[in-house]
């Protein structure tokens, strides 16, 4: 890679390098690619069909990995077209805009470009029409489709093909869309010389004239004549085609409600297309009222056009990828669409660090019976993120649903004892260890166990400690064992209150369960028992005693009376001089007992550890 050349001059090689180490050493950056992509455009003042082959190679990939990074950006895909007519030709150019519609294929602009490129560079009008016909079902429905319509349109009047511009007109009227009063009055003029077999189904004219047909009848023998009644077809057609006016004008009628019921929401759509910046909370909100309002409108093809739409603009958002999954999993006969949408998200949008999406992808392919996808989904998770204690107990549960409960185990035990997984992560998987054995194997005795022997590994764990407690509190008792119990509950927050390392917020949180259980359950002594323990952990610092203790070096409630004493009041920090002498950080144990990390004695900013609630 030292030798690699970008092409064009020295200078421009040197800082093609610069911006491409840039990219590499941060490849979320839009700005560093950005500036990468302008870089590799201006090489030799503009590539075109003579420049240098490095140079050609090198935009090229520039263009592949940026895309390939963010697909959804439109006017790149452009860009990228124009960039291989003038190198390479029509036919790569082509190619270029193939992969940019199946990347983003509701873009209007997109199709719009696409289809005029091949308006001018292609002679075969049925070609072009097919990709016309492709772009109206990928686009055609968007409330600012009347770019690509126009172009459509414009394709068929220069081959003044007045029948296929009448039908696609008559597609047209159909869909609330900004510009949908041009297009109708566009319609209802040219219906006017268009054939009546044109206007209508052949069942909807045959109903009109048969009820033209009948009034004429009644109006007839209402007025005593006895002669002909058929009319004339000159005076037939004269009134199928009022009649058939009136019918577009019901239509258009239908189309104007339907579009001013959208515009409530198209109107507050500020950004329709897509970017790496956030969207503000307002603009969230819009998207989740216009979906809820197209799906109660019940149409599957709008619904789903507006997902699409908004995942354009909400790429990042993974809210919106489990909505669209959970909504298209409710209609029938979509498991490959649940599947497309699932896969589009992992792959491209949502990132590894955050796994929701991935993790409700893995239970869908074990609904449909792929526990091997599902178990290989856990495992590129756990790749990536190493130690992910959500990740790690939904694979030991598919384990446990596939293969039984000691498969399950055999997870827990694997990870704990990978060196991959750091403290805070064993901890939680040690409990729900525990949760295994006494939830599903009905064994209290053997969870206990658990807990026991692994408690002095993980004092400073709060899914532990809570875990541990909660399953001491929640064992079913009788009158005669309520007592044993009440030990177990009692030596458990004992451990909790003197022997962890938790922060005292988490003590006190610890301690009101155990104040609950106490007054519940406790004996006729709890009285006392509950009000020294309200008196320790709710009353002020000077009658604290445990956390008095907890605060000295010699853990004795008196040596931190002393120094409260000598500072006015505060408990102070117990200061040894040998342990300063020796590059200790004397405030290491009164941060400990605040929960907060202290900082080394170097002076550098401590590394904050992941907590995993």
Not at 179 to 208: K, M, N, V
Not at 425 to 452: D, H, M, P, T, Y
Not at 461 to 480: G, V
Not at 481 to 505: A, C, F, G, W
Request: hydrophobic content about 40%; glycine content about 4%; aromatic content about 12%.
């Amino acid at each position: 890679m030292a030798d690699f050349s970008f092409g064009g001059s020295d200078e421009e090689n040197a800082e093609l390098k610069k911006l491409n180490a840039e990219v590499i050493e941060d490849p979320d950056s839009f700005d560093n690619w950005e500036k990468l992509v302008r870089a590799a455009e201006a090489l030799e003042g503009g590539l075109n069909r003579n420049s240098s082959p490095q140079s050609i190679a090198a935009t090229r990939d520039i263009y592949d990995r940026f895309l390939a990074k963010f697909p959804l950006l439109f006017g790149y895909w452009k860009k990228y077209a124009d960039l291989e007519f003038s190198i390479a030709g029509t036919e790569a150019a082509e190619m270029v805009y193939e992969r940019g519609v199946a990347s983003i294929t509701n873009s209007v602009d997109l199709w719009t470009n696409y289809c005029a490129f091949k308006v001018e560079t292609s002679h075969d009008s049925d070609v072009i029409r097919e990709l016309f016909e492709r772009g109206a079902n990928s686009v055609g429905l968007d409330f600012l489709a009347h770019p690509f319509w126009d172009k459509y349109l414009e394709f068929e009047e220069r081959l003044e093909a007045y029948d296929r511009i009448f039908a696609i007109l008559d597609r047209v009227v159909h869909i609330p869309m900004h510009q949908y009063a041009r297009y109708f009055e566009r319609y209802r003029q040219l219906a006017q010389s268009r054939p009546l077999t044109e206007l209508l189904p052949p069942d909807t004219l045959a109903q009109f004239r048969a009820e033209i047909e009948t009034e004429g009848a009644a109006t007839a023998q209402a007025g005593g004549q006895q002669g002909k009644v058929d009319k004339a077809e000159l005076e037939m057609e004269r009134e199928m085609r009022a009649r058939i006016d009136n019918f577009h004008l019901e239509i258009f009628a239908r189309t104007q409600t339907e579009t001013t019921k959208r515009w409530t929401y198209e109107s507050e759509v500020k950004r329709p297309y897509f970017h790496v910046t956030e969207l503000d909370e307002g603009q969230l909100v819009n998207w989740r009222k216009y979906l809820d309002f197209e799906e109660v409108e019940g149409d599957y093809l709008r619904a789903q056009f507006l997902y699409e739409r908004c995942l354009v603009t909400c790429a990042y958002y993974d809210e919106f990828w489990l909505r669209y999954a959970r909504w298209m999993l409710a209609q029938p006969g979509k498991e490959e669409e649940v599947r497309n949408v699932y896969q589009r998200a992992s792959m491209l949008y949502a990132p590894i660090s955050r796994p929701a999406v991935r993790l409700q992808y893995a239970l869908f392919e074990e609904m449909f019976g792929r526990a091997d996808v599902a178990q290989a989904i856990y495992e590129a998770i756990l790749v990536n993120l190493p130690g992910h204690v959500e990740t790690i107990v939904a694979w030991a549960h598919l384990q446990r649903r596939q293969g039984g409960l000691n498969t399950a185990i055999e997870v827990f035990k694997s990870q704990i004892d990978s060196t991959q997984c750091d403290i805070y992560a064993k901890a939680a998987l040690v409990a729900e260890w525990a949760k295994l054995l006494w939830k599903v194997k009905g064994s209290a005795e053997e969870a206990r166990q658990v807990f026991q022997k692994n408690q002095h590994w993980y004092l400073d764990s709060r899914p532990f400690w809570i875990s541990y407690l909660l399953f001491e509190i929640e064992q079913p008792t009788s009158a005669e064992t309520e007592h044993v119990q009440y030990n177990r509950i009692k030596q458990v927050h004992d451990d909790v209150r003197r022997r962890s390392h938790l922060p005292p917020m988490t003590i006190k949180d610890l301690t009101h369960y155990y104040q609950v259980y106490l007054l519940e359950r406790g004996f006729k002594d709890v009285a006392k028992e509950y009000l020294t323990l309200d008196r320790e952990v709710n009353g002020p610092f000077s009658v604290q005693s445990v956390n008095k203790a907890r605060l000295a070096e010699d853990n004795k409630e008196a040596s931190t009376n002393r120094r409260m004493m000598m500072e006015n009041g505060h408990p102070g920090v117990e200061v040894d001089e040998a342990a300063i002498r020796k590059g200790e950080n004397p405030y290491t144990k009164y941060y400990q007992q605040q929960g907060e990390q202290p900082a080394p004695a170097n002076g550098q900013a401590p590394v904050t550890p992941i907590h995993y609630q």
